[in-house]
């Protein structure tokens, strides 16, 4: 091992930016810090009910900022001046335009009150029109460019949101040279980049959220993109031809973000990747288990030998990539669409009356009841009997992720009547998004991949006990609950250990820097016979739900 022995990971999540000062050589924690992001707190650039999601990149700079000079003040100069690598992690697909310098729009002055000209966040579904578009090419191309993303393309991934962007503003078409991921962008940024035509593309978001795949040599031919339509064609050729693994270095940090963090221009900056794959890795995943990073939506992630994915293809994922969570090994990734969004969705609704009365008697009742009716409810569900005829609920409230993307599809809540709680409710809730994620899994173990284990990581998997024993039960599978809740910067402090030659891969360095398990959940089995009629039941709903939706489409 090397001297640079200090590393820092920093998690760009949903809500705020996350950093994680840690010692590669022991594996410990030195510090980490939360830093809400600004713009976004106040609900700027945002409109839920067209399924609008807009961060700016000022968010993401001043979020960094905060979040690294916090764990720096936390230790002493020594510690300072032996950071060796810093590595990110970010959601995805969350992409933006930049210029021809790589210069994000927003940050321009003509564009920077423009929602179009920001980062379009992942749960975006502004895109469906475009995304059904690509299927229905992809469907009728005999080439297969959708195979290795389940069969279905999303409105939530790159092509779909660049094209719905260059449509709807002609401004940002003008001046738009190139279609970037958030996770590809802050490397190029950290580094001092000023030639678009240079950035670093992470296999993880190319093959998952873009159709990359070295199967195709790349992108799929440049004619796909411009049949769907001719304003693509440009930027599939602007791609680039290389991407890469985020064990590898995006190059050394600039001397302008080296003094506005108080670190050296010798500290490496890994290649960045999507947050939940490299949480999966800060989790210790491993081969055949499916790693759960619950918290606003979910990832289901899995790990499998390239050998055993020879011809095997499954329908309905978000993607299958040779080396996007693991060097060596094919990732595959799925997930919901909401989880924790379901429950905070609850939460407000219970609490609108408190909030539109500005009394300050009712303003203090809403920030107690802000912070606590969550706990409250899980509380009180936990406590509740469930019977065959107990509320039921669909997960689908920011559509369907997997399996087999419908964003367009909605939740639901029903079996009430005039007895019925609301823990009761939250109850149905909770229960659906179990189902949801036994969705995915049984749509996994059909295609033929053995499932063995469920790890679970993420805020959702720490705080709430109750959900996690449904997820046991409903499941039938032991979960393992995660030591830490940071476990992307964790999983970025790894990949950054790598980047800065403290380890010769992620694995060894997870094996050294892993905290383990807080828990292990195991099944009650006396439910089991129960949840099956249950979730036959969210099955047949289900249906009935899908085949309204797209009886309404068509």
Not at 103 to 129: C, G, Q, V, Y
Not at 323 to 336: H, K, N
Not at 472 to 482: C, E
Request: with cysteine; charged share 20%; hydrophobic share 40%.
């Amino acid at each position: 091992m090397n001297e640079n022995r200090y590393v820092i990971g920093v998690d760009f999540g949903t809500d705020s930016v996350r950093a994680m000062l840690m010692d590669a050589h022991n594996g410990k924690i030195l510090s980490s810090s939360i830093c809400p992001y600004e713009r976004w707190q106040k609900g700027l650039y945002c409109h839920a009910g067209s399924s609008q999601f807009r961060q700016h990149p000022l968010d993401y700079i001043e979020g960094l900022t905060s979040a690294v000079k916090i764990c720096l003040q936390a230790v002493d100069q020594e510690v300072r001046q032996g950071v060796g690598a810093l590595s990110m992690a970010m959601t995805g697909s969350t992409p933006v335009a930049v210029n021809e310098q790589g210069t994000a729009l927003a940050l321009l002055e003509s564009f920077n009150e423009n929602p179009n000209a920001m980062f379009i966040l992942w749960k975006d579904h502004t895109a469906i029109r475009e995304a059904s578009e690509i299927n229905a090419l992809g469907k009728k191309d005999n080439r297969g460019y959708l195979k290795y993303v389940g069969g279905i393309y999303s409105s939530e991934w790159y092509w779909a949101k660049l094209l719905h962007v260059l449509r709807e503003d002609p401004a940002i078409r003008a001046a738009c040279y190139t279609w970037v991921e958030h996770s590809d962008w802050m490397p190029f940024l950290l580094t001092g980049g000023n030639d678009a035509s240079q950035i670093k593309r992470n296999v993880c978001a190319a093959g998952h959220k873009a159709l990359w795949s070295p199967v195709f040599d790349g992108l799929p031919d440049t004619d796909f993109f411009s049949a769907i339509d001719p304003m693509l064609g440009i930027y599939a050729e602007r791609f680039g031809d290389r991407v890469y693994t985020a064990v590898e270095s995006a190059g050394y940090l600039c001397q302008e973000w080296a003094e506005r963090l108080g670190l050296s221009t010798a500290v490496q900056i890994g290649i960045g990747s999507i947050d939940a794959h490299v949480g999966a890795v800060g989790g210790e995943i491993k081969p055949y288990y499916i790693s759960k990073v619950i918290g606003t939506s979910t990832c289901d992630m899995m790990v499998v030998p390239k050998a055993e994915m020879e011809g095997v293809f499954v329908e309905g994922i978000c993607g299958q990539v040779e080396d996007s969570i693991i060097p060596g090994m094919v990732g595959l990734e799925a997930g919901q669409s909401a989880f924790g969004d379901v429950f905070s969705w609850f939460k407000e609704l219970l609490l609108w009356p408190a909030k539109i009365n500005s009394a300050a008697d009712f303003s203090h009742l809403y920030e107690h009841l802000e912070g606590e009716l969550l706990k409250e409810l899980n509380h009180a569900a936990a406590q509740l009997p469930i019977h065959i005829d107990s509320p039921f609920a669909l997960d689908w409230f920011n559509g369907r992720r997997t399996p087999d993307a419908a964003p367009t599809l909605k939740g639901l809540i029903g079996g009430l009547s005039l007895g019925t709680t609301a823990p009761a409710i939250f109850s149905a809730l909770v229960e659906a998004t179990c189902f949801g994620s036994r969705a995915i899994m049984e749509r996994i173990e059909n295609e033929g991949i053995q499932v063995e284990g469920i790890h679970a990581i993420g805020g959702i998997a720490n705080k709430s006990p109750f959900a996690m024993q449904m997820m046991a039960d409903i499941l039938n599978r032991p979960i393992h609950i995660a030591a830490t809740e940071q476990v992307c910067a964790l999983g970025a402090c790894m990949f950054a250990a790598v980047v800065g030659k403290s380890y010769n891969s992620v694995t060894e360095a997870a094996a050294q820097m892993g905290k383990g398990d807080k828990e292990i959940v195991q099944p009650r089995t006396e439910y089991r016979a129960l949840f099956d009629s249950r979730y036959a039941q969210y099955l047949r709903y289900g249906r009935v739900q899908s085949d309204r939706d797209n009886s309404v489409q068509t």
